[in-house]
């Protein structure tokens, strides 16, 4: 036994010098993928130039035609007239109370899924489970989302 006791025991400089390989292999790890982001921030900038360029050439092409400009026109003028009707059938007082009830349906249903991903996440951290059992029994992954948005103004 204190043979196996020796063989696991390392000195202090065996423990920095670990240490400082493993904080090495981090630091060379985190520089990898901070390139990977920002290689795929590129390509994705490079990738929208490109469906720009695409979509003017379709637009264009459309525009050329004398039938589409007709269509174009006409659907113009029939989205007017629906956007008119829809407008004085909004006016009217029981339209306005419904459309009122909606957008307060819309807010909590938004409160809701705050609240959830809240727990969500409170859950996770508290039990390291990426899942969730629902009381019907249906297990459903729990998923988060990241994504780059740019810093306003006032971040700065």
């Given at each position: ?17 670990s ?9 060379v ?13 590129a ?9 720009k ?5 379709v ?20 989205a007017?007239?629906?956007?008119a ?8 007082s ?22 959830l991903?809240?727990y969500?996440t ?9 899942h ?20 306003s103004?006032f971040d700065?």
């Amino acid at each position: 036994m204190a043979a196996q006791d020796q063989t696991n025991f390392q000195t202090p400089e065996q423990k920095l010098e670990s240490f400082g390989e493993n904080t090495n292999n981090q630091a060379v790890t985190l520089l990898s993928v901070e390139n990977a982001i920002k290689t795929r921030l590129a390509q994705i900038g490079k990738q929208k130039e490109e469906t720009k360029a695409l979509k003017e050439m379709v637009d264009s092409y459309f525009l050329n035609d004398p039938l589409f400009q007709e269509h174009e026109e006409m659907a113009k003028n029939a989205a007017k007239q629906r956007n008119a009707t829809k407008k004085a059938l909004l006016a009217k007082s029981d339209a306005k109370q419904i459309v009122e009830k909606l957008r307060i349906a819309r807010d909590e249903a938004k409160e809701l899924k705050d609240g959830l991903s809240y727990y969500l996440t409170q859950y996770q951290q508290m039990t390291g489970q990426n899942h969730f059992e629902d009381e019907n029994g249906e297990v459903r992954d729990i998923v988060y989302v990241a994504r780059l948005v740019r810093r306003s103004a006032f971040d700065k």
